[in-house]
Every structure is written in structure tokens, then in C-alpha cells.
């Protein structure tokens, strides 16, 4: 085979025994011999195929490639996403809000009427406010003192008299409130600014996962101060309340007790005028 394809390659004629005719040659035309060579080549230059019955076959799928290449899309997304997320957040100017000044208290004091009233209503000092409360509100003296001692409990006077008593303590401790939570607005104002600037900051070093976690927890504990604070005066304006309702309640009760009073005396004296009859029966003074 091999001599005959290098007769062939040469240009030459080859001849094959025609097996049904014995002793019969068989000529290969020109027209035929590129036929011929073209497939010897083939043959000769063909591997061996493993891709059979789907054995050591290597198959191209399109639809899994696509699903492919769309999950790693989506996880470089994802990835991307929180890697800005850990890094820093820059656009924090737009919650940025304004937070306004406490004013100190100045009470003007032209006699000694409202010693240590200043002092009170900006600083955190119950001696102050005692003093500044005292010098503003006018005292029980000794006379009425004495003529209270013949007073029974439940009498008007004695209720006048519990409503100044709970007035005289629940207002100092009421101004102390007061100055307590602006002298405590002084003082945190620099933690505030501090933490107002770390909160809005856009640069890597305040925009860490931790870092964040941290301001959150300081965010919050500024917040339970801020609201302690703020529950003293609540807890001081609750008292007043109660203070202002005793004295209207007392006021009620004290117009209703002279009703009855007025009734009992119209019911048991005749008003009426001369020769008249119930002239003046619905008529309270």
C-alpha cells in the first residue's frame, strides 16, 4: 500500500488485480487520482475519536455557560456592594440638622426678690434654688400660724395651707431641674459636636464596619442622657400640675361648699320680701 501511494504521489499509474477477474489488471485514470490521494491523506492524518456513546466526549452547553457567567455577574455585584458598604458612605450631608443653643436664664433682681434666681434656673445647686424661691414668695407668719393651730383637717384653711406646703417643695426642686439640664446642654455640647462630625465624616477611617457599630452605641448612650434629663423635667412639670390642680380643685370645692351653705340658710330663713312668698328661694349670693 505504502509503494503504491508513492507511485501515486509521483505522478504515476498504478495498477491493482482485479480479484474477480484472475490475472486482470484494473488502471486508475488521472480523473480519479486526486479522489484517491484526498483520501489517503484523510486516512493517514485521522486520530483516534473518543466521542462515542457520550464516553470522554467534551460537550459545549450554551444555556449553562449563559447561567454561569449570570451568577458571577451577580456575586461581583453583590461583592462590590458591600464592599462600599464596609468601606465608607460619603453622602451624609443631607441629614445634617441644626441643633440650637440653650440660653441661659437672666432674671432681673431689683430689690433681693429673686435672690439667687440666676444662679438657680443655669446651674445645678438646690441651695440656690431654695433661696430664690423663699425670697420670691410670700411667707405664713406667726399670727396665722396661731390661728391655724385652732384649724381642724379638712377645713378650707388646712387645704390652703397643704397646697402651700407642697407648692414651697416642688417648685426649688423645679428650678434645680432646670439648671441642672442647661448646665448638662454646656457640658455635653462638645461630645455632641464631636459625635455629629465622626457621624457625618465620608472618609474610610469613620466608615469601617466597626467604627459604625461604635458611633451607633455612643448615638444611643448620648440618647438615654438626653432622655434622663429630659424625664427630670417631665417628672418636675407633672408636679406642677398636680400642685395647679390642687389649688383649682380646692376652688371648686370651696364654691360648692358655699352653695350648700347659702341653700341650707334660704331653706330654714325666709327671704321674701313683705306680704311675698318665695320671692328669693333660687337666689344665691
Same mark, same amino acid.
Given at each position: 500500500?505504502?509503494?503504491?501511494?508513492?507511485?501515486?504521489?509521483?505522478?504515476?499509474?498504478?495498477? *491493482?488485480?482485479?480479484?474477480?477477474?484472475?490475472?486482470?489488471?484494473?488502471?486508475?485514470?488521472?480523473?480519479?487520482?486526486?479522489?484517491?490521494?484526498?483520501?489517503?491523506?484523510?486516512?493517514?492524518?485521522?486520530?483516534?475519536?473518543? !466521542?462515542?456513546?457520550?464516553?470522554?466526549?467534551?460537550?459545549?452547553?450554551?444555556?449553562?455557560?449563559?447561567?454561569?457567567?449570570?451568577?458571577?455577574?451577580? *456575586?461581583?455585584?453583590?461583592?462590590?456592594?458591600?464592599?462600599?458598604?464596609?468601606?465608607?458612605?460619603?453622602?451624609?450631608?443631607?441629614?445634617?440638622?441644626?441643633?440650637?443653643?440653650?440660653?441661659?436664664?437672666?432674671?432681673?433682681?431689683?430689690?433681693?426678690?429673686?435672690?439667687?434666681?440666676?444662679?438657680?434656673?443655669?446651674?445645678?445647686?438646690?441651695?440656690?434654688?431654695?433661696?430664690?424661691?423663699?425670697?420670691?414668695?410670700?411667707?405664713?407668719?406667726?399670727?396665722?400660724?396661731?390661728?391655724?393651730?385652732?384649724?381642724?383637717?379638712?377645713?378650707?384653711?388646712?387645704?390652703?395651707? !397643704?397646697?402651700?406646703?407642697?407648692?414651697?417643695?416642688?417648685?426649688?426642686?423645679?428650678?434645680?431641674?432646670?439648671?441642672?439640664?442647661?448646665?448638662?446642654?454646656?457640658?455635653?455640647? !462638645?461630645?455632641?459636636?464631636? *459625635?455629629?462630625?465622626?457621624?457625618?465624616?465620608?472618609?474610610?477611617?469613620?466608615?469601617?464596619?466597626?467604627?459604625?457599630?461604635?458611633?451607633?452605641?455612643?448615638?444611643?448612650?448620648?440618647?438615654?442622657?438626653?432622655?434622663?434629663?429630659?424625664?427630670?423635667?417631665?417628672?418636675? *412639670?407633672?408636679?406642677?400640675?398636680?400642685?395647679?390642680?390642687?389649688?383649682?380643685?380646692?376652688? !371648686?370645692?370651696?364654691?360648692?361648699?358655699?352653695?350648700?351653705?347659702?341653700?341650707?340658710?334660704?331653706?330654714?330663713?325666709?327671704?321674701?320680701?313683705?306680704?311675698?312668698?318665695?320671692?328669693?328661694?333660687?337666689?344665691?349670693?
Amino acid at each position: 500500500m505504502k509503494l503504491a501511494m508513492d507511485q501515486i504521489l509521483r505522478g504515476g499509474s498504478m495498477t *491493482l488485480r482485479n480479484s474477480t477477474n484472475a490475472g486482470g489488471l484494473m488502471k486508475v485514470s488521472p480523473r480519479n487520482r486526486k479522489w484517491i490521494i484526498g483520501g489517503a491523506a484523510f486516512l493517514l492524518t485521522a486520530t483516534p475519536s473518543f !466521542a462515542l456513546f457520550g464516553v470522554g466526549d467534551i460537550v459545549f452547553d450554551p444555556t449553562s455557560y449563559a447561567n454561569l457567567v449570570s451568577q458571577l455577574t451577580t *456575586l461581583e455585584t453583590q461583592y462590590n456592594m458591600l464592599k462600599n458598604n464596609i468601606e465608607h458612605f460619603s453622602l451624609k450631608q443631607q441629614w445634617q440638622t441644626a441643633l440650637t443653643t440653650m440660653k441661659n436664664a437672666n432674671v432681673r433682681n431689683m430689690f433681693g426678690e429673686t435672690n439667687g434666681m440666676t444662679t438657680a434656673l443655669n446651674t445645678n445647686s438646690p441651695a440656690a434654688s431654695s433661696t430664690a424661691w423663699t425670697a420670691a414668695t410670700v411667707p405664713v407668719n406667726g399670727t396665722t400660724a396661731t390661728y391655724l393651730a385652732g384649724q381642724t383637717p379638712g377645713s378650707t384653711q388646712f387645704s390652703e395651707l !397643704a397646697m402651700i406646703d407642697a407648692s414651697d417643695s416642688v417648685s426649688p426642686d423645679c428650678f434645680t431641674a432646670v439648671g441642672q439640664y442647661r448646665a448638662a446642654r454646656t457640658q455635653d455640647a !462638645a461630645a455632641n459636636t464631636s *459625635l455629629a462630625s465622626e457621624q457625618l465624616d465620608g472618609s474610610t477611617a469613620t466608615n469601617s464596619e466597626v467604627e459604625q457599630l461604635n458611633l451607633l452605641n455612643a448615638a444611643e448612650a448620648q440618647k438615654m442622657s438626653e432622655m434622663q434629663s429630659q424625664g427630670v423635667l417631665q417628672a418636675c *412639670l407633672a408636679s406642677e400640675m398636680a400642685v395647679s390642680n390642687m389649688q383649682q380643685r380646692n376652688a !371648686a370645692a370651696l364654691d360648692l361648699n358655699t352653695a350648700g351653705y347659702v341653700a341650707q340658710q334660704r331653706t330654714a330663713d325666709d327671704t321674701s320680701a313683705a306680704n311675698e312668698g318665695n320671692t328669693w328661694d333660687s337666689y344665691l349670693p
